[in-house]
């Protein structure tokens, strides 16, 4: 049996089709975890599943879902249960998206959308996983929820945005609270700049403009975050709980 800081765990990973979210998932392969790559681009999910490696454990799966949609987060964690006979011990919500406009030209429709994938698709993914913890009896349990740093600061185009992902920061501390007496421990990932599709669609001039103003003088790649995720779900962050970690560069 191999070694690695999570090994053994089960892992639900969703966004796990791109950028940050697959990066967690080879990084908890790596370190030892059965990983669920779930995403609601189900065939890049089943992509993330062929890049995991590990030369101990390979029972890694992927599975679509939807996060905005409790239907489809229920079958999600049901098709976990069923295939690994018990629900996840560690849950990493990484599906996020983007819609930008200044606030005077946003659409209500698109303000409506972010909150529903990244704040509310949050609260349901977390929500139904931990309900099937507590009735699996697991004991020890790590949730960890990408915020953003813009949930700080705020960021012209971008007031749908900062408030899901102010809104992730609280419903994390929340969590904490409430989950602790289970052994569950929640805490957010903050990141600046992270080089991924998300920030891909931000034009580089707008990329430029930004880099001067972070300490390190360069966007994040999607590991650095992951890294930081895999302690967080590790047992080598036990007394970690409801914290925001920035992952930013300075
Ligand atoms: P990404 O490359 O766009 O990956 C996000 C993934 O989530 C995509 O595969 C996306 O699928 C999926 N997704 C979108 N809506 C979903 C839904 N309703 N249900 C399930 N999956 C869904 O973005 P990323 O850069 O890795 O970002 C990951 C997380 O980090 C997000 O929460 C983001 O807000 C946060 N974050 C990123 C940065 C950054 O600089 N990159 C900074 C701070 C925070 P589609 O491609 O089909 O939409």
Redesign the pocket.
């Known amino acids: 049996m191999g070694g690695g800081i999570v090994a053994g765990k089960i892992a639900f990973v ?2 796990a ?5 697959r990066a967690v998932c080879q990084v908890l392969a790596r370190e030892g975890a059965k990983v669920i790559a779930a ?3 189900g065939i ?1 999910a089943q992509e993330t599943q062929g890049l995991l490696s590990n030369v101990w454990i390979n029972d890694h799966i992927s599975v679509t ?4 949609m409790a239907e489809s987060v229920n079958m999600a964690i049901s098709d976990v249960i069923k295939h690994y006979s018990r629900p996840p011990s560690v849950v990493v919500n ?4 983007t819609r930008d406009n200044f606030l005077l030209k946003m659409d209500e429709k698109w303000f409506q959308k972010v909150i529903d ?2 704040l509310k ?1 949050t609260f349901l993914v977390v929500q139904t996983a931990v309900k099937a913890m507590i009735d699996a009896k697991i004991s020890e349990g790590s949730i960890i929820n ?1 915020a ?2 813009v949930g700080k600061t705020g960021n012209i185009g971008q007031c749908n945005y900062s408030a899901s ?1 102010a809104g992730v920061e609280a419903f994390t501390k929340t969590a904490a609270k409430e989950f602790g007496q289970f052994g569950i421990r929640c805490n957010a990932v903050v ?4 080089r ?4 891909d669609a931000v034009p580089e001039k707008v990329l430029q403009k930004i880099i001067p103003f972070i300490a390190v003088r360069r966007m994040g790649k ?1 590991e650095e975050v992951a890294e930081v995720i895999a302690f967080l779900a590790s047992d080598r962050s036990s007394y970690i709980n409801g914290a925001s970690i920035e992952v930013t560069g300075g």
């Not at 990141?191 to 992270?194: K, L, M, Q, T, V």
């Open positions: 969703t966004g089709g791109s950028g940050i979210g995403d609601q681009n890049a879902v939807d996060v905005s990484s599906a996020g998206i994938v990244n698709g990408i953003s740093i992902k990141p600046g700049f992270i991924s599709p998300m920030t999607p």
